[in-house]
C-alpha cells in the first residue's frame, strides 16, 4: 500500500495554524519521505488488499473540545458528586477521508474529565449499552484506592445492568483512567482513556485558561492519508508501530486542517491538563515557541512544580500538568518531540495567540 504523499504535504503545510510553514521551529528540515506501513490482520480489505471504503461517521467530530473541562474547586468541605459514564463504539474520521472504529467514554476522546476535591465522595454509575458496543468494558481510575482502581466491581457486558462503584478521593493529583479489561491496550488505543482531576483542600493557583489533550497511538493495517475505513491492527501494536499518533483522537484535530487551534492572549497564563494513554509510547511533550514555566511532574499538585522546562517526559497511563505565559502573539505548537510523530503521523496541535507584539522580547524583523 503506498501513503498518500499528497495528504501528507497538506498536513506538514497547514498544521500551523494560519501560517503557510512546515510546522516551523523545531519540525523545519523534515522530508515526506519515510512512511511505515503496517500490514493489517484485522483490516477490513478488498479482493487485491486494498482498504475498505470510507464508513459513514457516527460523530461529527471524535475530537473532545479541549475547553470541555469542570469550573475549578470553590467549595472548601467535602461534597457528594453523581457521575454517570456511558461507553459508545462511534466510527469517525482520524483525518479527512479516514475513518475508523473508536471505543469511547461518551462518545469522544479522551473521556470526560472528571474534577473534584481531596476528601469527596463519588459515586459512580457505569452504563455499557447493548445498542453502542461489541464488548466488555470497565473503569481502572488510577485515583481509586481499591481493587483494580474500580475495574473489578465495573466490569460488564453489553446490555448488562449499570455497574456502581463509591469512593473518596484520598489523595490530589491529576490522574488517569481506562478501560483495563484484558483486551486494555486495545480499547485504551481506540480511545478509551481520561482524566480524573482532584485538588487539593486549597485549590489550584488561578489561571486564565485552562485546556485538556490526551495522547494516544492508533495502530491500523492502513497507511498515513491512505483513504478508507481503518481496521484495528494486533501485530501493529505488539511491534508498537502505530500508523497514527493523535491528540484527543484526531491527527492534526486542533490545527487549521482539524477543527481549529486553541485560544488564548498576550498577558493570559494557562494550565493544560495532558493525559498520555498510550497504550505503549512516552511522549516527550513539548511546546514549540514557548516553556512549560511550571510543570507538575506525573500530575503531582503537592511538590512545588519543576521550572521552565522545555520538553518533559510523559509516559503511558500518566497525566502531567503545565502552566505557561504568553508574552508575544503568534502559534505555539504543542507536540510529542518525537518528531515524526509529529510531522508524519498527526501529534501536533496549536494554541494561537492574539494580541499586541513586544519586540523588546521578541522581534521578527530587527
Given at each position: ?16 495554524g494560519a501560517t503557510a510553514l512546515a510546522i516551523a521551529g523545531c519540525l523545519d528540515g523534515l522530508s515526506n519521505d519515510g512512511e511505515q506501513n503496517a500490514q493489517g490482520t484485522d483490516t477490513e480489505t478488498d479482493e487485491e488488499g486494498e482498504l475498505a471504503a470510507v464508513e459513514s461517521v457516527d460523530v461529527e467530530r471524535i475530537a473532545r473540545d479541549p ?300
Open positions: 500500500m503506498t501513503p498518500n504523499t499528497n495528504s501528507r504535504r497538506r498536513f506538514l503545510q497547514t498544521a500551523g475547553t470541555a473541562i469542570p469550573d475549578p474547586v470553590d467549595w472548601s468541605e467535602p461534597r457528594e458528586h453523581d457521575v454517570t459514564v456511558r461507553t459508545e463504539r462511534v466510527t469517525a474520521e482520524v483525518e479527512p477521508g479516514v475513518t475508523f472504529d473508536y471505543m469511547t467514554f461518551e462518545g469522544q476522546v479522551p473521556g470526560p474529565m472528571l474534577r473534584v476535591r481531596r476528601g469527596d465522595r463519588v459515586t459512580l454509575t457505569f452504563e455499557v449499552p447493548e445498542e453502542l458496543n461489541v464488548t466488555n468494558h470497565n473503569m481502572d481510575f488510577h485515583a481509586v484506592y481499591g481493587p483494580g482502581g474500580g475495574a473489578d466491581a465495573t466490569t460488564i457486558s453489553p446490555g448488562d445492568d449499570p455497574a456502581q462503584i463509591s469512593f473518596r478521593a484520598e489523595y490530589p493529583g491529576v490522574f488517569i483512567y481506562h478501560c483495563a479489561i484484558p483486551d486494555m491496550d486495545q480499547h485504551i488505543s481506540a480511545g478509551m482513556f481520561g482524566s480524573i482531576l482532584v485538588e487539593p483542600e486549597d485549590g489550584l493557583p488561578e489561571v486564565d485558561r485552562e485546556f485538556y489533550l490526551g495522547q494516544h497511538e492508533i495502530y491500523t493495517g492502513g497507511s498515513v492519508g491512505e483513504g478508507g475505513h481503518h481496521g484495528f491492527d494486533f501485530d501493529a501494536m505488539l511491534a508498537e508501530q502505530p500508523t497514527y499518533v493523535v491528540f484527543n483522537g484526531q491527527a492534526y484535530g486542533f490545527t487549521g486542517d482539524g477543527v481549529g487551534p486553541m485560544h488564548a492572549e498576550v498577558g493570559e497564563t494557562a494550565r493544560v491538563y495532558f493525559a498520555n494513554g498510550g497504550p505503549n509510547l512516552l511522549s516527550p511533550w513539548h511546546p514549540i515557541g514557548n516553556v512549560w514555566s511550571r510543570f507538575y511532574r506525573d500530575g503531582d499538585l503537592l511538590t512545588d512544580p519543576d521550572r521552565n522546562i522545555e520538553t518533559a517526559p510523559v509516559a503511558p497511563g500518566t497525566t502531567a500538568a503545565a502552566e505557561m505565559e504568553f508574552p508575544v502573539p503568534g502559534p505555539v505548537k504543542i507536540v510529542d518531540h518525537a518528531l515524526t510523530r509529529a510531522a508524519r503521523r498527526g501529534a501536533l496541535a496549536v494554541i494561537d495567540v492574539d494580541g499586541e507584539a513586544d519586540p523588546e522580547i521578541y522581534d521578527p524583523n530587527p
